[in-house]
């Protein structure tokens, strides 16, 4: 990490501990839009957080996967409610992917001045980020595109100004861009395990869209898109689960039993020991697939999808083990452990879950 990475770090993190604290986490988890629009805004206009990885020649500040992977570390101790993920990790690099100058020009500078939210939405009933299993219909009526179909576990639905929809078309699934105030759109939020990051079901009816990019191209960009977000995540786990370890260790120097830290003993000694070794493992395995994507390695994407398996296994044993440490106190839902372990269970389904994933592993080694 370069000193630059740490003041970025530093810089971020300062933000974050003014502006997403436990008991605003909690508050935002049960609001109505699920994040603070004024907080939104001052991370577009003082850190410039939404422009950061968008090419300068569409307003944002053009570095790569390095810089996003320490801001989404930052977010993922802070569990963070915005739309973060969903439009500079998922949106933008879908955008970007498309290859469709017209529409980065479009949608891309508002995105990264902050103004515009974003996100993509591939799943449908089944929870598959699959383009080809796309139900969700394309026709091209009149010299304008018209979706139906239903879309599930779309991050931010219900807030996104922009909608990118992968539907099927003659020549195979396409991807869209359908304004979420249309006429043709209904947006319900879900109730999910994680009320820290919001997910929605989208419902579309004859929606007036967009074509992105070609016709057919869509199984290419998700496919990329799935690249970058498996690394954007598996910053997100690590850094969580880092906070996670830091709680531990407080607890464990300061939480007298028997008249001694609780630290001291063999059995809790051992537990945080494991939980470090998984920590630094976690942040090494995120680190190096950025550096790859960064540098156009041609092992960036199994190293992306090896890096997604180890953290969120990694994540969801030391949120686990949190709790423990921590005890009595640990399993009641008034104590932030159990945030933890709910992002972490959610994160590490988010993008399809372990079977998916390790297949994901398999296909991008070549096996």
């Not at 991370?43 to 957080?49: D, K, V």
């Not at 993922?76 to 949106?91: D, E, I, K, Q, S």
């Not at 950025?290 to 992306?304: C, N, Q, V």
Request: charge should be negative; glycine fraction near 8%.
């Amino acid at each position: 990490m370069t000193s630059e990475l740490d003041d970025l770090r530093d810089a971020v993190r300062a933000f974050l501990l003014a502006k997403s604290g436990e008991e605003d986490v909690r508050k935002l988890m049960e609001s109505e839009p699920t994040f603070d629009p004024a907080v939104w805004a001052q991370l577009a206009e003082q850190l410039r957080l939404p422009g950061l990885a968008i090419p300068e020649q569409y307003g944002g500040d053009g570095f790569g996967l390095v810089e996003l992977g320490v801001v989404l570390e930052e977010m993922g101790r802070a569990l963070l409610c915005a739309p973060y993920f969903a439009t500079v990790v998922l949106a933008a690099h879908a955008l970007l992917l498309a290859d469709d100058p017209d529409a980065c020009a479009r949608y891309l500078p508002g995105i990264a001045a902050g103004r515009t939210t974003a996100t993509l939405a591939v799943a449908e009933r089944e929870g598959w980020w699959d383009s080809a299993r796309a139900a969700t219909e394309a026709r091209e009526q009149g010299g304008r595109w018209l979706l139906t179909g239903q879309k599930t576990f779309v991050l931010d639905g219900t807030t996104a100004d922009v909608l990118f929809v992968v539907a099927r078309t003659a020549a195979g699934p396409a991807l869209f861009a359908v304004d979420r105030d249309d006429a043709g759109v209904r947006c319900r939020p879900m109730t999910t395990l994680d009320a820290t990051r919001a997910q929605a079901v989208v419902t579309l009816d004859s929606a007036s869209a967009v074509l992105v990019g070609q016709p057919g191209d869509a199984r290419r960009i998700v496919a990329g898109v799935l690249d970058v977000a498996s690394v954007a995540l598996a910053a997100e786990q690590a850094g969580g689960a880092r906070k996670c370890l830091e709680d531990s260790a407080e607890y464990a120097r300061t939480r007298y039993q028997f008249g001694r830290p609780i630290g001291s003993f063999q059995a809790v000694k051992h537990t945080c020991a494991d939980m470090l070794a998984e920590v630094e493992l976690a942040e090494a395995t995120a680190r190096e697939a950025a550096r790859l994507h960064d540098e156009g390695d041609p092992g960036f994407p199994a190293a992306a999808a090896a890096a997604h398996v180890y953290c969120s296994r990694a994540y969801l044993s030391v949120a686990m083990e949190n709790i423990q440490v921590h005890g009595g106190i640990g399993f009641t839902w008034e104590h932030s452990a159990h945030l933890y372990f709910r992002r972490a269970k959610s994160s590490q389904l988010l993008l399809g879950g372990p079977a998916v994933y390790h297949e994901r592993l398999l296909d991008r080694l070549g096996i």
